[in-house]
């Protein structure tokens, strides 16, 4: 059984996250990207469908989106009752490597939820976490 990663967004970002992503990690193995709206011929339920049936149905498939609730997240909620899918929202760098450096842990569970963690520890207003290290570092 493979593992899967789905990159989902509104526009260019999924392809742009996976640009990066390689940038850092080097190339990657079976991370798709969904770009929704790009293509006015196309219709997102229609991509989704087809992305989805051509992977294998006995691997496990993780789709990260862009932003809960959205249209592009919304149209991959129809397939949670599917076994071996995860769905994500909040497409970020940080998360998207958390889960490729871990990606040999079996227990998927156990890898969302520690690249969650360590996603949102990532997440940081830079003025305020700076000025409290320059004053701790004054303090001693």
Do not use: W
């Not at 599917?82 to 490597?97: R, S």
């Amino acid at each position: 059984m493979k593992r899967h990663y789905i990159f989902a967004s509104h526009g260019t970002l999924a392809r742009g996250v996976l640009d990066s992503v390689e940038l850092i990690l080097g190339k990657q193995q079976d991370i798709h990207t969904l770009c929704a709206y790009v293509d006015e011929n196309q219709d997102v339920t229609g991509q989704v469908a087809e992305l989805l049936a051509s992977l294998p149905e006995q691997d496990e498939v993780i789709v990260i989106t862009d932003i809960f609730a959205g249209s592009v997240n919304n149209e991959f909620i129809r397939y949670l009752h599917q076994p071996k899918f995860h769905l994500i929202a909040g497409l970020n760098l940080p998360l998207v490597i958390g889960l490729l450096i871990s990606a040999d842990e079996p227990d998927t569970d156990k890898l969302i939820h520690e690249a969650l963690f360590s996603a949102r520890e990532s997440i940081q207003y830079c003025n305020h976490t700076i000025a409290s290290a320059v004053q701790a570092d004054k303090d001693f």
